[in-house]
């Protein structure tokens, strides 16, 4: 997954392997079947997974205690744009009512997001 081009410049891809199982070349063969990049980005996540969500491991699945990425996207989705309006209504979560979540968030990801201790 990446970047290819930017803005108005012309972007190309070469693609070179001689695959030594069907993922690979599954995976090669999107390129012949497709030029549409988020088509591309969807066929990896099927046959990758997402990877770290915070970290750089490139493939496998995140270890979500509760949604598959892969199955559930519709209501994680849903549950990413609810965090979203929480986030611009409140963006430090800073409401009495949010004491607690603000706690997990940062005992969970504060170093991964390098934000302060909760207070």
Same mark, same amino acid.
């Given at each position: ?5 930017r803005?108005?410049?012309? =972007?190309?891809?070469?693609?070179? !392997?001689n695959?030594?199982? +069907? ?14 990049g988020?088509?591309? /980005?969807? *066929?990896?996540?099927?046959?990758? =997974?997402?990877?770290d ?6 493939? =496998?699945?995140?270890? @979500? &205690?509760v /949604?598959?990425?892969?199955? $559930?996207?519709? *209501? +994680?989705?849903?549950?990413?744009? $609810?965090a979203?309006?929480?986030?611009e209504?409140?963006?430090? @979560?800073?409401g009495?009512?949010?004491?607690k @979540?603000r706690?997990?968030? @940062?005992r &969970?990801?504060? &170093?991964?997001? $390098?934000? !302060? $201790?909760?207070?």
């Amino acid at each position: 997954r990446g970047r290819v081009r930017r803005g108005h410049h012309t =972007g190309y891809v070469c693609v070179f !392997g001689n695959p030594a199982n +069907v993922e690979a070349e599954t995976r090669l063969q999107s390129f012949v079947d497709t030029l549409d990049g988020f088509e591309l /980005a969807e *066929i990896d996540f099927e046959l990758r =997974g997402p990877g770290d969500l915070f970290g750089t491991k490139q493939h =496998g699945m995140p270890p @979500l &205690r509760v /949604a598959d990425l892969r199955r $559930d996207r519709a *209501i +994680v989705e849903l549950a990413r744009d $609810d965090a979203q309006a929480l986030l611009e209504s409140d963006p430090g @979560l800073q409401g009495t009512q949010f004491v607690k @979540l603000r706690k997990q968030v @940062l005992r &969970r990801y504060g &170093r991964v997001l $390098d934000v !302060g $201790d909760v207070g």
